[in-house]
């Protein structure tokens, strides 16, 4: 079964630096992968979509890619500031199924000072 | 504009108690969801709508019930309540792109 991974369970940087964080696929290849952001006692909020013929969305400090090749989206978020320190969660949207979507673990990004 | 609110957004409830979480969305979606978060698992779906009168089954649909008498509320039923069911619940609903607005959830303990 289709299942959407995200390795690391914790990031931590320094401010001002550039956080990647990765989300991983296994078999096919999503319509669409989505990233959302859930600070601690929240529901998540959505950042950005790529659609699967994307290779790459910006949004501000935001920047998101798509490798069909790897099986994986990067997450970037440059000139990091510690309101940026929040779980990052990846979600895959099929399309076909109710917009249903399946989310990764999270990270758990800290920028420190 | 509040979005999508939830209520009540804490319970207790003893082992074999029912309750029923309510969810409101004011964006006029169609398309509702129920999850449920627990560390190490992620969000995980219990049931969700397509529109009006109509409800399908997630992916840990057992021990609940849901209905969507009308389009902008989506109810989520507990008919007996069990610790497994210990957990953080969000209600959600989907805009065109598929991109979902969540609700702040409502944090349940089963004693």
């Known amino acids: 079964s289709q299942k959407i991974e995200q390795n690391s369970e914790a990031l931590n940087i320094q401010e001002g630096k550039t956080a990647t964080l990765t989300c991983n696929y296994t078999?096919?290849?999503?319509?669409?992968l989505q990233w959302y952001r859930q600070d601690p006692g929240r529901g998540p909020v959505f950042l950005l979509l790529?659609?699967?013929?994307?290779k790459e969305k910006r949004k501000e400090r935001l920047k998101v890619t798509f490798d069909t090749t790897l099986k994986q989206s990067l997450f970037h978020i440059t000139a990091s500031q510690p309101a940026d320190s929040a779980t990052y969660l990846c979600?895959?949207?099929?399309?076909?199924?109710?917009?249903?979507?399946?989310f990764g673990t999270g990270t758990r990004l800290q920028v420190t000072l | 504009n509040a979005g999508v609110t939830q209520t009540p957004k804490f319970r207790v409830l003893k082992t074999g108690q029912s309750m029923t979480l309510l969810c409101a969305q004011d964006?006029?979606?169609?398309?509702m969801y129920w999850y449920r978060q627990d560390p190490g698992m992620g969000l995980r779906l219990i049931h969700y709508?397509?529109?009006?009168?109509?409800?399908a089954k997630g992916e840990v649909p057992d021990g609940y019930n849901v209905s969507r008498l009308k389009k902008q509320n989506f109810l989520l039923g507990l008919e007996s309540a069990a610790p497994s069911q210990t957990s953080v619940y969000f209600c959600?609903?989907?805009?065109?792109?598929?991109?979902?607005?969540f609700g702040p959830g409502t944090r349940l303990t089963v004693t």
């Open positions: 959600a609903s989907s805009g065109e792109m598929g991109e979902q607005y």
């Open positions: 078999n096919y290849s999503p319509a669409y």
């Open positions: 790529i659609r699967e013929n994307e």
């Open positions: 979600a895959q949207l099929n399309t076909g199924t109710a917009s249903k979507l399946t």
């Open positions: 964006m006029n979606h169609e398309y």
């Open positions: 709508s397509v529109g009006e009168g109509t409800t």
